[in-house]
Structure formats: C-alpha cells, structure tokens
C-alpha cells in the first residue's frame, strides 16, 4: 500500500516558487518525510528530508504539518532545469540504509 | 567524487542470452542497492547489501536474477538467461552506514533492452 499521495503532474511558471503537495496521513511517530527527484534520463537525487520541523537547504524547503499528515517541498525560484518527477517518500530513521519506496511521483514542468 | 559508477549505460541483448550489469559505489559507503525502473512498475527495490553482505533481496523477480558484491567497491547484477520483460532501466545507489544516514546517492543507470 503506497504511504504516499502526490498529484500527478503541475506547471509553475519559471521564477516562481514551485509547492509540490503530499499526503501521508498514515505516517507513524519514527518515520520521516524524504523527498528525491529524478530528471529525465537520470538516476533519482535526494533534495531534503524531516521529520517534523521545517527543513530549508541549498535546493529547497520542506514544510510539514503539525499533525504530521501532509508535507509541501517548496522550490522557491523554479527554473528550466528543475522539471523533473518529485518523488515523496516515508520511510524509518536512517532512510538510506533501507530501501526506498518510490511512488509514482510529482512531474513537475517549468515553463518560460 | 566520481559518484557511483555504473556500465554498461546502455545494453542490447537477445533473449536467452545473459546480462550483466555492474556497480562501483562511492568510496567508504556501506550499503549497496539495486533497483529497477519501468514504465508500468515505476522504480523497485530489487536488492540491497551492507558491508557486502546481501540484506535483503525479496525484490528480486525470480531465479534468474542474482547479485553478487565480492568487494566494498564492485557489485554486479546478473540476469540468466534475459527475457523481452526484463528490459527496464537498472539504478545502483549507495549510502553511508550510521543510524542517521539520510541520501542515497544514485548511479546515472544502465537501460537494457531485451529483444
């Protein structure tokens, strides 16, 4: 059963911020919110990761809810070479030493 | 850091004949994962070693998948004999052991086509 919801596919307009939505409604209290994108004809890249506080790196924001049940990632000046599939994914602390669980993912398109 | 290496990038085969597919990790990660991309299944785990170990290969499709990690720095994935519905794009990842390992960082994929 899929932990995750995502829209299938949104536009944003380049140079705006881009606000990808999740569900998670069944995440339980140990588990975090990953999130990867993988660009057209490569491998998946990691972007950020939380658990319940918001997260801000170099690429991106993540906004979680309080009750934890839903998630944004936040691209906060989206350009051309931020189309890609946004994955969401929950999993266990220590994601990157499990297998990840890949949903069909966000496709997100930039456009001029 | 060169980044986890895969070969071949791209692999034509016939049916019936074997494939392998290979992996270097990035340097002084532990863990090792195999995954497979379709159009209809999306991305699947298929395999994942620690210290080269196999941990847990329920992914794998069936007998005539199988994985082998001889080193920390090698892997190969190998398909006997191969099958039209084994063409997909196959990804290698690895990541850092510890209890906070957070990023699986992914190889650019070898994309087979099985005829």
């Known amino acids: 059963d899929a932990k995750t919801t995502q829209p299938t596919s949104m536009d944003c307009a380049e140079g705006r911020a881009a606000n990808l939505p999740c569900n998670h409604s069944?995440?339980?209290?140990?588990?975090?919110v990953y999130w990867y994108r993988q660009i057209h004809s490569q491998g998946p890249q990691y972007i950020i990761h939380?658990?319940?506080n918001n997260e801000t790196n170099e690429m991106a924001s993540l906004i979680i809810t309080e009750d934890r049940k839903s998630s944004t990632l936040i691209l906060p000046h989206a350009t051309l070479r931020d189309t890609a599939v946004y994955y969401c994914?929950?999993?266990?602390?220590?994601?990157?030493?499990?297998?990840?669980?890949f949903g069909k993912g966000t496709h997100l398109i930039i456009q001029p | 850091d060169a980044g986890v290496i895969q070969s071949p990038r791209h692999e034509v085969t016939e049916m019936g004949q074997e494939v392998t597919l290979r992996c270097k990790p990035i340097?002084?990660?532990?863990?090792l994962f195999w995954y497979r991309q379709t159009m209809m299944r999306g991305l699947e785990l298929l395999i994942y070693?620690?210290?080269?170990?196999?941990?847990?290969d329920s992914g794998m499709p069936e007998d005539r998948f199988s994985a082998k990690m001889p080193n920390a720095s090698f892997s190969t994935l190998k398909i006997q004999p191969s099958e039209p519905r084994d063409s997909a794009v196959y990804f290698c990842?690895?990541?850092?052991?510890?209890?906070?390992?957070?990023?699986?960082?992914f190889g650019p994929g070898t994309r087979l086509t099985v005829l």
């Open positions: 990842a690895s990541s850092i052991a510890g209890p906070r390992t957070d990023t699986q960082y």
């Open positions: 069944t995440i339980s209290g140990n588990e975090y």
């Open positions: 939380g658990l319940k």
């Open positions: 994914i929950v999993e266990g602390l220590g994601g990157g030493a499990d297998g990840l669980t």
């Open positions: 340097s002084g990660h532990d863990y």
């Open positions: 070693f620690n210290n080269n170990v196999p941990i847990d």
